[in-house]
């Protein structure tokens, strides 16, 4: 069985607006993430060749599996979308062009998205595309394990827990909000919704 693999990200190294401890600590936690979705894992292979799969210890590796997986796969995501050499979104970007078809123009989406950011709790804002319509969504995601809308494919990925806000900006999670603006990488935002329409 093939095991998760930490990835690289060479996109976040010097990210206007982010210190290089606070991206280096946000990576650390990321690989605890794969470490312990590979760890888990195996733990639930074996117990499911053993036959324990009915024990307390095994329904509850499954349930922690969903966070340490999609915390795991969400980070992927987010350091995915960033970029060191930021361009803006062109005009006749078919992500622009989509936005604005479904939230009325660019500026009311990203007025969205920045107040979903900053609404009170932990977790992810997620713009998010239903293959089924094409229809866009920003939704906020609590944790990892929940509230994702089945069947929906992420397409720009922004963290806003306290590990990836706290270190650089405190308490102005807007001052963060802002420097994820100045770093995304609308050319893999563009490639995702390329690839869900594909499906």
């Given at each position: 069985?093939?095991?998760?693999?930490?990835?690289?990200?060479?996109?976040?190294?010097?990210?206007?607006?982010?210190?290089?401890?606070?991206?280096?600590?946000?990576?650390?936690?990321?690989?605890?993430?794969?470490?312990?979705?590979?760890?888990?894992?195996?733990?639930?292979?074996?117990?499911?060749?053993?036959?324990?799969?009915?024990?307390?210890?095994?329904?509850?590796?499954?349930?922690?599996?969903?966070?340490?997986?999609?915390?795991?796969?969400?980070?992927?995501?987010?350091?995915?979308?960033?970029?060191?050499?930021?361009?803006?979104?062109?005009?006749?970007?078919?992500?622009?062009?989509?936005?604005?078809?479904?939230?009325?123009?660019?500026?009311?989406?990203?007025?969205?998205?920045?107040?979903?950011?900053?609404?009170?709790?932990?977790?992810?804002?997620?713009?998010?595309?239903?293959?089924?319509?094409?229809?866009?969504?920003?939704?906020?995601?609590?944790?990892?394990?929940?509230?994702?809308?089945?069947?929906?494919?992420?397409?720009?990925?922004?963290?806003?827990?306290?590990?990836?806000?706290?270190?650089?900006?405190?308490?102005?999670?807007?001052?963060?909000?802002?420097?994820?603006?100045?770093?995304?990488?609308?050319?893999t935002v563009e490639a995702r919704l390329?690839?869900?329409?594909?499906?």
């Amino acid at each position: 069985m093939k095991s998760y693999s930490v990835r690289t990200f060479d996109n976040v190294k010097g990210l206007p607006g982010f210190s290089e401890q606070a991206v280096q600590m946000h990576l650390t936690l990321y690989k605890g993430y794969v470490d312990n979705t590979n760890a888990l894992a195996d733990r639930l292979r074996e117990a499911l060749k053993s036959g324990t799969t009915m024990s307390t210890e095994w329904k509850e590796l499954k349930r922690r599996f969903a966070w340490e997986f999609n915390g795991m796969r969400l980070h992927e995501f987010y350091f995915e979308n960033l970029t060191s050499q930021p361009a803006e979104l062109a005009a006749t970007s078919p992500v622009r062009k989509k936005i604005e078809e479904d939230f009325g123009g660019y500026d009311v989406w990203e007025r969205g998205f920045r107040e979903t950011g900053a609404m009170r709790g932990i977790g992810w804002v997620m713009l998010t595309v239903d293959p089924q319509t094409g229809r866009l969504f920003n939704t906020w995601l609590d944790e990892h394990d929940a509230g994702i809308l089945a069947g929906t494919s992420p397409l720009l990925i922004m963290d806003v827990f306290e590990h990836a806000v706290l270190p650089d900006f405190g308490l102005k999670r807007p001052d963060y909000i802002n420097a994820f603006f100045r770093v995304i990488d609308w050319k893999t935002v563009e490639a995702r919704l390329e690839a869900a329409n594909t499906r």
